[in-house]
């Protein structure tokens, strides 16, 4: 079974500018988030979408930061303009359903360096 | 709001003994599930072991078993025979039950170093 595929690996960008990630879940899953990962910290929640439509997006920075997963498959995450502060790795993963003890399948992030 | 925490940035281990992790977490909730997560330099996030709440009986996958303290909010993680494989960072993570989301809330991790 393919994995959570993610695209691309590394990313270095000045800051204002603009850059997006994609993501590819794995078959039949249902449910896809994305997660900002801060050197040194844990990941943090920035979407998770259910299908289509969007589940939560409290903590993501809305003035910059979009995503959208058009017809519940790939999803893509867009950054403009980028800040120093949104150096970080971008995780995205995927599960059946957003719920439970169901496991999320996380693919290997991009690596995002903002100078 | 929930929150994990992590207190041991760093541990280390020689092959072959045991090591513990820690977490505690806090919440009002009484359904809930824990998870441990390990996160290799390729920066893939793979499931190590789950716990049910509700469940008394702690986990155990292999040379991975957890101590589950409900009531004092711990959840460790014990790795036995501890291998070079294992060395990585290590996320202590929570997920209501009650949200509609399925949300990971993650503790700053443990980096476990294995020595030869």
């Known amino acids: 079974e393919a994995g959570v595929a993610q695209s691309p690996r590394y990313k270095i960008i000045e800051k204002r500018q603009s850059v997006a990630f994609w993501c590819n879940p794995i078959?039949?899953?249902?449910?896809l988030y994305w997660y900002q990962q801060i050197l040194g910290q844990g990941p943090k929640l920035l979407i998770q979408?259910?299908?289509?439509?969007?589940?939560?997006d409290s903590q993501l920075p809305k003035d910059r930061f979009s995503a959208e997963r058009l017809k519940g498959v790939d999803s893509t995450l867009k950054i403009q303009p980028a800040k120093l502060e949104d150096s970080a790795v971008y995780l995205c993963?995927?599960?059946?359903?957003?719920?439970?003890?169901?496991?999320?399948?996380f693919g290997q992030g991009t690596r995002l360096t903002v100078v | 709001a929930q929150t994990v925490t992590q207190s041991q940035p760093e541990m280390s281990v020689q092959e072959a003994e045991t090591v513990t992790l820690s977490c505690t977490y806090d919440?009002?909730?009484?359904?809930?599930?824990l998870f441990w997560y390990k996160q290799p330099p390729s920066r893939q996030m793979i499931l190590v072991i789950r716990?049910?709440?509700?469940?008394?009986q702690n986990a155990t996958e292999n040379r991975f078993s957890v101590n589950f303290q409900k009531a004092a909010k711990s959840f460790s993680l014990k790795i036995s025979d501890s291998q070079l494989g294992d060395a990585a960072m290590y996320f202590c993570?929570?997920?209501?039950?009650?949200?509609?989301?399925?949300?990971?809330?993650f503790g700053q991790g443990t980096t476990l170093q294995v020595k030869p």
């Open positions: 078959s039949g899953h249902a449910t």
């Open positions: 919440t009002s909730e009484s359904d809930y599930y």
């Open positions: 993570a929570y997920r209501s039950v009650s949200s509609n989301t399925g949300k990971l809330i």
């Open positions: 979408f259910q299908n289509n439509g969007v589940v939560d």
């Open positions: 993963a995927s599960s059946l359903v957003g719920a439970g003890g169901t496991e999320a399948f």
């Open positions: 716990q049910e709440a509700y469940k008394q």
